[in-house]
């Protein structure tokens, strides 16, 4: 992920009515603000329904994908921002030790197997991995959630950022792995943080 300097948002034409946690920034290449700090550029040959999150103690956005081509209608993937400041339970990772990690990677592996345990799902848990950066440490976890005849890989980010504790979720549907869990993956490395 990398961090540029935040210049003026541009008017959104396409703002529905009582959005507040995105924005939308670059039509034409698919760039939307989050939080006012976090960057996404969505592309590719997909479509994405865009809403908030404001489910305290979190807040953020959800972008949805789908197939440009109407495909099934089914969802492909979704990435979701989301700013976890105010759960207590949540880590903060940016100045945890690698000795930590196993003891936090436990924590999550609990509380996430606990949330998909009551919707009837099965976790297959991958583990969590600090990954060093030139200016922070982010906390990757990714784990399958089998639910019903499908299956679900999830990858969270954890960050901290200008004071806050930050998710960022990939989710995407295992059987397509290849094509559009690779363009969620790519989609959040090429995430931007804005100071």
Same mark, same amino acid.
């Given at each position: 992920m990398a961090s540029l300097p935040s210049p003026e948002p541009l008017h959104d034409p396409m703002t529905p009515d009582g959005r507040k946690n995105y924005s939308l920034l670059d039509e034409r290449v698919g760039l939307f603000q989050v939080l006012g700090i976090v960057r996404l550029n969505l592309t590719g040959p997909y479509w994405w329904q865009t809403d908030d999150i404001d489910d305290p103690p979190y807040v953020g956005a959800?972008?949805? +994908?789908f197939a440009r081509d109407g495909g099934n209608g089914a969802q492909l993937g979704?990435? @979701?921002? /989301? &700013?976890? =400041? %105010? &759960? *207590?339970?949540e880590p903060w990772v940016g100045s945890l030790a690698q000795e930590d /990690? *196993?003891? $936090?990677d436990a924590l999550l592996r609990h509380?996430? =197997?606990?949330e998909w345990r009551k919707r009837g799902a099965r976790i297959?848990? +991958?583990s969590s991995?600090? %990954?060093?950066?030139? !200016?922070f440490q982010a906390l990757v976890t990714a784990y $399958? @959630? !089998?639910? #019903?005849?499908? @299956?679900q890989q999830m990858v969270a980010t954890r960050i901290e950022h200008c004071g806050r504790k930050l998710v960022l979720l990939g989710a995407f549907d295992a059987r397509e792995a @290849? $094509?559009? #869990?690779?363009?969620?993956?790519a989609t959040l490395r090429a995430a931007m943080l804005i100071s």
């Open positions: 959800t972008f949805s +994908m979704s990435i @979701a921002v /989301v &700013d976890s =400041t %105010n &759960d *207590a339970e /990690v *196993a003891r $936090v509380g996430v =197997t606990e297959e848990w +991958m991995r600090l %990954n060093r950066l030139e !200016h $399958v @959630a !089998h639910e #019903g005849s499908g @299956a @290849a $094509v559009a #869990g690779s363009h969620i993956i």
